[in-house]
């Protein structure tokens, strides 16, 4: 079956660290692949996909490249900000799965100090 | 554009008492989903729908309706609630003809005691 394992948190990083938050996924297709981002008290929002091997989603600064060999979506950022403290959460779909149903991962609680 | 809007914010509910959360969006999108976000656990597909008319069950359904008689809207009740509901709720919804991407509102916390 289709399953997002994530790094277990919370991560604290100072301002202006390399951030590193590993995904790793089991798909029984050719899924599409979803870092979200929450912020406190809202929603889930995209913050990058990548929809086939090799891809590299990428926006406000953070990258994730879709790797099938490794069955990863690593996401990464140069230079974290104080404004990035959130919840991030790795997620896939599955065209083949009715409703093309979302696998998410538990999230990783980010906190940066400055 | 409001995108996905959900009503209440928040909710306190006795034991055995029912609610309808309310999800509506504005984006003509045929999916639409509801969620339950548990502290520490991720999210849990509760229902979905691919259409009007057309609802399924997800991974965590018990204790749960929904209907959908409109694109728009994606009700969810709860009978008899129980404190083990006690959740933030989340309505989503995506386009199949794009990259599937969900678009999500921004929660109902709801506490049953």
């Known amino acids: 079956g289709n399953s997002v394992t994530q790094m277990e948190g919370p991560v604290t990083l100072s301002e202006e660290a390399f951030l590193t938050i590993n995904c790793t996924y089991t798909?029984?297709?050719?899924?599409?692949l979803f870092w979200y981002v929450q912020y406190p008290g809202e929603g889930l929002q995209l913050l990058l996909k990548?929809?086939?091997?090799?891809d590299k989603g990428s926006n406000k600064g953070f990258e994730a490249t879709y790797r099938k060999e490794t069955t990863s979506f690593h996401l990464e950022k140069g230079s974290v900000q104080v404004s990035d403290s959130a919840v991030y959460f790795c997620?896939?779909?599955?065209?083949?799965?009715?409703?093309?149903?979302?696998?998410f991962g538990t999230g990783t609680s980010l906190t940066v100090i400055p | 554009n409001a995108g996905v809007t959900q009503t209440p914010k928040f909710r306190i509910l006795k034991i055995g008492q029912s609610m309808t959360l309310q999800c509506t969006q504005d984006?003509?999108?045929?999916?639409m989903y509801w969620y339950r976000q548990d502290p520490g656990m991720g999210l849990k597909l509760i229902y979905y729908?691919?259409?009007?008319?057309?609802?399924d069950k997800g991974e965590v359904p018990n204790g749960y309706n929904v209907s959908r008689s409109t694109t728009e809207d994606f009700p969810l009740r709860l009978e008899l609630a129980a404190p083990s509901q006690t959740s933030v709720y989340f309505c989503?919804?995506?386009?199949?003809?794009?990259?599937?991407?969900?678009?999500f509102g921004p929660g109902t916390r709801l506490t049953v005691t």
């Open positions: 990548a929809t086939k091997a090799d």
């Open positions: 984006m003509n999108h045929n999916y």
């Open positions: 729908s691919v259409g009007a008319g057309i609802t």
């Open positions: 989503a919804s995506s386009n199949p003809s794009g990259f599937y991407e969900q678009y």
């Open positions: 798909a029984t297709g050719y899924p599409s």
């Open positions: 997620a896939l779909s599955d065209k083949q799965v009715s409703g093309n149903q979302f696998y």
